[in-house]
Antibody, heavy 119, light 108 residues
Framework: QVHLEESGPGLVQPSGTLSLTCTVS??????????WGWIRQPPGKGLEWIGS???????YYKPSLQSRVTISVDTSKNQVFLNLTSVTAADTAVYYCASPGGTEALDYWGQGTRVTVSS | EVVMTQSPATLSVSPGEGATLSCRASQSVGTNLAWYQQKPGQAPRLLIY???IRATGIPVRFSGSGSGTEFTLSIDSLQSEDFAVYHC??????????FGGGTKVDIK
């Protein structure tokens, strides 16, 4: 069974870098049938796709975040990473990693990790 | 970018009644449309993909329909566990993947 778990600091300083890890179990991150995505949800708001990475290393980012976002994979640890630089209060959100399974939608989600940007 | 719009923002329903939620795409997404259910403090859960295909383990009271730009999620005879926020998402033309703003189904 596929399981995703996000981890990382719950508090980040303004202008700092938000770094999160998604640990994947039950499937290899190198599985060609999957991509690994990051989605966030600001308090009281809807879901916002941040970006995705394929097993090949190809990445796609939301255009408005592209200059600040990097998504990468460590196949030896079966982990997916999110780095978001120059954060502001607008980046305060619950961050989820997610992936499709047998569908092309997002079958699998982590439980989410709350990140607050504040001094 | 495909913009997804959900309506209404909030839907008040009595337990046992049915509910109909709408999702509109700014351009055709075919049937590459998914619906998710999200309860407070939880991650979204996939309900429907391919506009009308129930995901594994989803009760038959949930049904999806539509294609192109207009989509509907119907819930027959709402149970207490169905009161939640519902999100639609298109995966036809990406990046970016895009979600609607959500519809909250609450108890009338």
């Amino acid at each position: 069974q596929v399981h995703l778990e996000e981890s990382g600091p719950g508090l980040v300083q303004p202008s700092g870098t938000l770094s999160l890890t998604c640990t994947v179990s039950g499937v290899s991150v190198r599985n060609g049938g999957y991509f690994w995505g990051w989605i966030r949800q600001p308090p009281g708001k809807g879901l916002e796709w941040i970006g995705s990475i394929y097993y090949s290393g190809i990445t796609y980012y939301k255009p408005s975040l592209q200059s600040r976002v990097t998504i990468s994979v460590d196949t030896s640890k079966n982990q997916v990473f999110l780095n978001l630089t120059s954060v502001t209060a607008a980046d305060t959100a619950v961050y989820y990693c997610a992936s499709p399974g047998g569908t092309e939608a997002l079958d699998y989600w982590g439980q989410g990790t709350r990140v607050t940007v504040s001094s | 970018e495909v913009v997804m719009t959900q309506s209404p923002a909030t839907l008040s329903v009595s337990p046992g009644e049915g509910a109909t939620l709408s999702c509109r795409a700014s351009q055709s997404v075919g049937t590459n449309l998914a619906w998710y259910q999200q309860k407070p403090g939880q991650a979204p859960r996939l309900l429907i993909y391919g506009a009308s295909i129930r995901a594994t383990g989803i009760p038959v009271r949930f049904s999806g329909s539509g294609s192109g730009t207009e989509f509907t999620l119907s819930i027959d005879s709402l149970q207490s566990e169905d009161f939640a926020v519902y999100h639609c998402q298109q995966y036809n033309k990406w990046p970016p993947l895009s979600f609607g703003g959500g519809t909250k189904v609450d108890i009338k």
